[in-house]
């Protein structure tokens, strides 16, 4: 079982960036492929990133690709989103996600509760 705990999102202006992190409970994070989604007001669950366990690969939505960055960090069993030039369009409930590598949140067994970011224009 891994619980997940997202943190750091808020309120920026168009343009400003945030940093959001998922803490994970698990002693095995570092063998699972991590990823974020979003869900925006009235519109279905959105892929965002995903990375591979040992972080040598990352994958990104066309929508934030060159603006976000994935990462994580096993020693401290944390994933981050990077998020610059942030957009109104970006605003949503990011998601965490632990156990796949890729679009699919069919691939992905456990997920954190969630963090509100939004952006002003």
């Known amino acids: 079982q891994v619980q997940l705990v997202e943190s750091g999102g808020g309120l920026v202006q168009a343009g400003g960036s945030l940093r959001l992190s998922c803490a994970a409970s698990?002693?095995?994070?570092?063998?699972?492929?991590m990823g974020w989604f979003r869900r925006a007001p009235g519109k279905e669950r959105e892929f965002v990133a995903a990375?591979?366990?040992?972080?040598?690969?990352?994958y990104y939505a066309d929508s934030v690709k060159g603006r976000f960055t994935i990462s994580r960090d096993n020693a401290k069993n944390t994933v981050y989103l990077q998020m610059n030039s942030l957009k109104p369009e970006d605003t949503a409930v990011y998601y965490c996600?632990?156990?796949?590598?890729?679009?699919?949140?069919?691939?992905?067994?456990?997920w954190g509760q969630g963090t509100q970011v939004t952006v002003s224009s």
């Open positions: 996600a632990a156990g796949g590598l890729g679009p699919d949140p069919y691939d992905y067994d456990y």
């Open positions: 698990a002693r095995t994070f570092s063998t699972y492929a």
């Open positions: 990375i591979s366990w040992s972080g040598s690969n990352t």
